[in-house]
């Protein structure tokens, strides 16, 4: 939910011109496939969620779909705060927002000097790294990359042994490379 969350933030957050840039993860632009409900299931939920939105619902995620590594997906198994039950209204927002980030006119209102990296794995069945990339594509900025990691799950962060340390430093370098030149960065900087 959190890449969703940031990205839904760059083009509509009280405070998104305060951005040196943005940086997500395997973000809910659309649900994958093997796990999309059926377009009923979307309504009937969003009608639900008008008269009833804070009426609990368990979506169970699979566990096994969190990372290639067994030992992180246990964990996730055993961890009480990664509970399975949300809020009819919770779940239809998720959703909602995705759709807006899908949406054409969205593309258009991200800031134009605005870096922007979003990383997905081919193997995430949780979401769509297809929506993501194709969600990058259509961004109307100067700085975006898509960086796509084959046959990698949902919990990227988590893979297994050299890939995290692979992912962590990609990211340190997209960093790095974008310090010196944001202008946020620059204007804090030319204060010390």
Request: a positive charge; glycine letters at 8%.
């Amino acid at each position: 939910m959190g890449g969703g969350v940031a990205l839904t933030y760059a083009y509509s957050g009280t405070h998104r011109d305060k951005l040196a840039g943005v940086f997500t993860w395997s973000p809910l632009v659309d649900v994958a496939p093997a796990v999309r409900p059926p377009g009923f299931v979307v309504a009937a939920g969003r009608i639900a969620a008008k008269f009833f939105p804070n009426q609990k619902i368990v979506q169970k995620l699979d566990a096994s779909f969190m990372s290639r590594d067994r030992d992180v997906c246990r964990e996730f198994a055993k961890d009480p705060l990664c509970h399975s039950t949300g809020t009819l209204l919770g779940l239809a927002e998720m959703l909602d927002r995705g759709q807006k980030l899908r949406s054409p006119e969205v593309e258009k209102k991200f800031p134009e000097a605005l870096p922007i990296l979003v990383c997905h794995g081919t193997g995430d069945k949780i979401t769509d790294c297809t929506a993501s990339r194709r969600f990058v594509e259509a961004l109307q900025i100067n700085d975006k990359t898509f960086k796509e990691y084959e046959g990698w799950y949902h919990k990227m962060h988590a893979e297994p042994g050299e890939d995290r340390v692979q992912f962590a430093n990609y990211v340190i370098e997209w960093i790095k490379e974008r310090c010196s030149s944001s202008p946020t960065m620059a204007a804090s900087t030319s204060k010390l």
